[in-house]
């Protein structure tokens, strides 16, 4: 594997690091040229650090573009991979008299790239743009560049995500705290704490919104003062800032500063402010010198940063919030130092150049392989995109296990809300309701998977049963096998739609897995025996948690103490459920006073349980805690598995939570919540009708006894697992990769 890199040669910070700690790194491993189009100071670093550097000067593009092409066909790279405006430009152009495969590294926002300079961003902007649309595939510099390039339309399997890796090997600065402030001219003994910013005095830098806080916090905490370095066209309206707010004396515009590592072991708390980033070095440079950081939340920081457990972070342009945030750490040096050391051993930990490199090989090889083999197509349809994370969950869960078995399937989705389906799982995704389009994916595809959820029922609407009975038929007739995947089956009680849905499995659908035993009954009872049936599980008990310290990050950041005892409710509106919420708040006081245990309350889908929650708060006496936003799933395990017990009407909040061997108490809304509690042997559930105040506290105590006896809830969780089994085994069936 031979790759060509093209870049215009006259880039600076962020861009220019990652270019040569990428080839640098590279060089060893792999054959790689770079092009520039100018000579200068980006040419030369890279020849001094052994990357194999040619400069094509001039402005004369098409012989540029002709001695490329002889380049590239005498020399045999495989992959072209370009980086800015011209670099993006000539790989367009290269790739249609080559036919070569081309990749661009978009490092920043290219709308914002030319800021300030109109007549370039006309220029070089819309150039960028257009050579952008004309490449094959693309990499973001952060999972949130990622997310943008989706936003804009571009295809979600031809972009990968790639983060800035810094060399960890330890530093030894070459001056001394007091020696390095003596030479920048800042004005701090040791009773000062130094916050800190690297940045190029720019708009999109925002550096007035930290000298704003930073103002706002050296009023109460006067020992605070302010490091900057950088230079750029602001510099003289942010010294007049500084001024304004009197606190010129204790803000340092330091200018351009080479020894960067003598800054960040100069300084206690490092800072960024800017409005908008891909995944800029100076976190991780502050992260390598184990400095607690506070970032504005923007492109991929929060990849890096878990609020509240490594640092902090607040909304840009949010002056008080940052300001809040150094006077947090200004006044605790003990959080100072723990938030540094969990920052640097995360970083340290995913975030190095060893990791980015090879990130940037396996890049390479995927790239090349979809070029020689292609790829298979799968649709899947579900409740997806209404906001509801349990459904939301199925995909996710679905998709892990296609991809851990091919990795090169390429997914089509229905969605309610394709945008935001694209974004958060990287899949093609289309309008549920568009039937041309679903028509057209299901003549391309290998299988159609009808994914998860009790989606054969007609309780809650007879046109979402006909709808997707119709897309098993209009699946096999254009040729997709058809499977139903860890489903739940009915209730149906039409008997014209139970008819309907009996000779439409038979006759179109090739095989079913049940999430319960009820639903194989049910099957049985409708006559459905042509497909291959088994017993499985729920798809989403295979998912993991989030890592300890995201949830820490979390629960914090809504005021929840880490380390409490907790008992959780997940509820949900229903006709009865007006009438039985002083039941449950009656339930959810006696778990307090009895066993110390604070109510929370946390949402599957936020636009429909955080109103039912509120009317149980209402009635309580005891403290509680409420989530009011939707959450990942793997957040929202994460959430659920620091509850001692969780009592749930919603059947994802038992799934989430059992997974995780909490105690269950389910309040039983629709057959699916029972039988999924009797499949795993949980007997600890009531019908919502019948619930009565003291049968819930009966519950509630049964459940805190279980937990008990973590041998009898490891087996539940174990049971679930293997079940789950089953639906990978039927997937492999069907997506196994080309031999």
């Given amino acids: 594997m031979k790759v060509l890199h093209l870049i215009s040669g006259g880039d600076t910070g962020g861009a220019k690091t990652h270019v040569h700690s990428l080839l640098a790194g590279l060089t060893p491993r792999m054959p790689v040229k770079m092009v520039c189009f100018t000579e200068g100071p980006f040419a030369q670093e890279a020849r001094a650090l052994g990357i194999d550097t040619q400069v094509l000067p001039g402005r004369n593009f098409f012989r540029n573009l002709n001695t490329l092409t002889h380049m590239v066909q005498a020399e045999g790279f495989d992959i072209i991979h370009s980086h800015g405006a011209r670099g993006n430009m000539m790989a367009a152009f290269l790739a249609k008299r080559t036919g070569l495969p081309t990749v661009s590294t978009v490092h920043s926002d290219y709308r914002l790239d030319y800021l300030g300079r109109p007549l370039s961003r006309i220029t070089y902007g819309t150039i960028n743009t257009i050579a952008l649309r004309k490449l094959d595939y693309r990499i973001g510099v952060s999972d949130a560049m990622v997310d943008l390039l989706i936003d804009r339309r571009f295809d979600p399997e031809r972009i990968f995500a790639i983060y800035n890796g810094l060399d960890f090997t330890p530093r030894t600065p070459s001056m001394d705290r007091a020696t390095f402030f003596r030479s920048v001219g800042l004005d701090a003994d040791d009773t000062c704490v130094v916050a800190g910013i690297a940045a190029r005095l720019n708009p999109v830098k925002d550096i007035a919104t930290l000298i704003r806080g930073f103002a706002k916090a050296h009023a109460e905490y006067p020992p605070l003062r302010l490091l900057i370095a950088g230079d750029g066209e602001e510099m003289e309206s942010l010294k007049k800032l500084a001024a304004d707010l009197g606190v010129a004396k204790e803000v340092c515009f330091a200018g351009w500063v080479s020894d960067t590592d003598s800054f960040y072991h100069a300084l206690d708390i490092n800072t960024l402010t800017s409005i908008s980033e891909t995944f800029p070095y100076v976190l991780t440079e502050g992260a390598r010198a184990g400095l607690p950081t506070i970032s504005s939340k923007v492109g991929g920081v929060s990849y890096l940063i878990d609020h509240g457990a490594n640092g902090f972070l607040f909304p840009p342009g949010d002056d008080r919030a940052l300001a809040n945030h150094l006077l947090t750490l200004a006044r605790d040096p003990a959080l100072r130092k723990a938030m540094g050391h969990k920052l640097y051993e995360k970083a340290k930990r995913e975030f190095s ?271 509680h805690y409420l989530f009011t936003e939707a959450y990942t799933a793997a957040q929202t395990i994460g959430i659920l598995s620091r509850m001692k017990v969780v009592v749930s009407m919603r059947l994802h909040g038992l799934i989430f939570a059992g997974s995780q061997g909490v105690p269950l108490v389910g309040i039983v809304y629709d057959q699916k919540v029972s039988s999924f509690l009797s499949y795993i042997g949980q007997d600890l559930y009531e019908d919502l009708n019948k619930l009565s105040e003291e049968k819930l506290k009966v519950l509630i105590d049964g459940a805190i006894s279980r937990g008990k006896n973590p041998r009898l809830l490891s087996e539940s969780v174990e049971k679930l697992r293997r079940m789950d089994q089953i639906n990978r085994e039927l997937l492999e069936q069907y997506a196994a990769p080309k031999a």
């Fill in 353 to 623: 150049i060893e990791a980015t490199i090879q990130r940037q090989m396996e890049i390479y090889e995927t790239i090349l392989r979809y070029e020689k083999n292609g790829r298979d197509q799968v649709v899947i349809c579900g409740a997806y995109g209404r906001g509801n994370a349990g459904d939301d969950a199925i995909l996710l869960a679905i998709l892990r296990e296609l991809r851990s078995i091919n990795p090169d399937l390429s997914c089509q989705v229905f969605s309610r809300n394709p945008i935001d389906t694209r974004r958060t799982y990287r899949v093609n995704a289309f309008y549920t309701f568009n039937f041309w389009k679903a028509v057209h994916c299901f003549k391309q595809a290998k299988f159609f998977i009808n994914g998860g959820g009790s989606l054969m029922q007609d309780v809650t609407s007879y046109r979402s049963l006909w709808f997707y009975l119709w897309t098993l038929a209009a699946a096999k007739r254009h040729g997709c096998p058809v499977i139903m995947y860890g489903c739940g089956i009915g209730p149906i009680y039409s008997k014209r739609n139970r008819a309907r849905t009996t000779k439409v499995m038979n006759r179109y659908v090739d095989a079913i897995t049940l999430r319960d035993p009820d639903s194989m009954k049910e099957l049985e009872v409708l006559g459905v025996t042509k497909p291959k049936i088994a017993l499985s599980a729920d798809t989403t008990v295979s998912l993991p948690p989030a890592p300890e310290d995201v949830v820490d990050g979390i629960l914090d950041s809504v005021g929840i103490p880490v380390h409490g005892n907790y008992i959780g409710f997940v509820l949900r509106p229903w006709p009865s459920f007006e009438e039985k919420a002083k039941v449950i708040a009656a339930a959810a006081d006696y778990a307090y006073e009895t066993y110390g245990y604070t109510p929370v309350f946390f949402p599957i889908e936020p636009r429909l349980d955080v109103s039912a929650a509120q009317r149980v708060i209402q009635r309580m006496h005891a403290p």
